[in-house]
């Protein structure tokens, strides 16, 4: 079976700060996806970022910015000069299109 | 459409009523997701549509919960006979190619959330 596991249920930081969002999974495919999400209380899934599990590179959108450690099924986010719309909960996501969620981290960005 | 379109946007349900939500798929999406979210929880799977196929239905929690898409474009999940804990919101997501192509993306719609009291 394959498990995300999101360890952080809340965080905080001032604007213009950089924030790093935890994850752990598990899973025996040997080719996969892992994800981030945003939900903002408008409760629309949106795509942050995704990494495939066969490239060494780490993804990089932007601001945001993924630490993928495959041996060690880590999967953290960074979000740099983060911004008061960046406030939502994100969730680390493993699979292709049926996919597997954390439990989710509510991050506030304070002014 | 511009996106998924899910409806109704809330749902408040009496313990024992039926429920259908709908979920209108971005136009040409082959593939057709339910999911559901608990309050405080990630989405969980609930079943997977290709075209008019249902491919899996292996998250559906029992057999009070029904999903079609008839004509391969809208679907629909149909909950009989409502209990507390069906309480959450039902995400709806489309992909414009199948569930074993790793280059589509999900869209998903804004959910309806489902209070049953």
């Known amino acids: 079976a394959q498990t995300v596991t999101q360890s952080q249920p809340e965080m905080s930081v001032q604007e213009a700060e950089t924030v790093t969002l935890s994850c752990t999974y598990d899973t025996s495919e040997s080719n996969y996806y892992l994800f981030w999400y945003k939900q903002p209380p408008s409760r629309q899934m949106i795509l942050v970022i995704r990494?495939?599990?066969?490239?060494?590179q780490n993804a990089t959108e932007n601001r945001f910015s993924v630490n993928f450690q495959k041996a060690a099924k880590s999967f953290s986010l960074k979000i740099s000069d983060s911004q008061l719309g960046d406030t939502a909960m994100y969730f680390c996501?493993?699979?292709?299109?049926?996919?597997?969620f954390g439990q989710g981290t509510r991050l506030t960005i304070n002014p | 459409g511009a996106g998924v379109s899910q409806s109704p946007r809330y749902k408040v349900a009496k313990r024992g009523q039926d429920v259908a939500l709908r979920c209108d798929p971005i136009s040409g999406h082959v593939s057709l997701f339910w999911y559901q979210q608990a309050l405080g929880q990630g989405p969980e799977f609930l079943t997977y549509f290709q075209n008019e196929a249902q491919l899996d239905k292996s998250g559906l929690p029992s057999d009070r919960f029904f999903a079609e898409r008839p004509e391969g474009s809208v679907s629909t999940l149909k909950i009989q006979r409502t209990q507390q804990e069906d309480s959450a919101v039902y995400l709806c997501a489309s992909s414009l190619q199948t569930l074993s192509s790793y280059n589509s993306p999900l869209h998903f719609g804004n959910g309806t959330r489902l209070t049953v009291t």
């Open positions: 996501a493993l699979g292709a299109q049926k996919l597997v």
């Open positions: 990494q495939e599990a066969y490239k060494q």
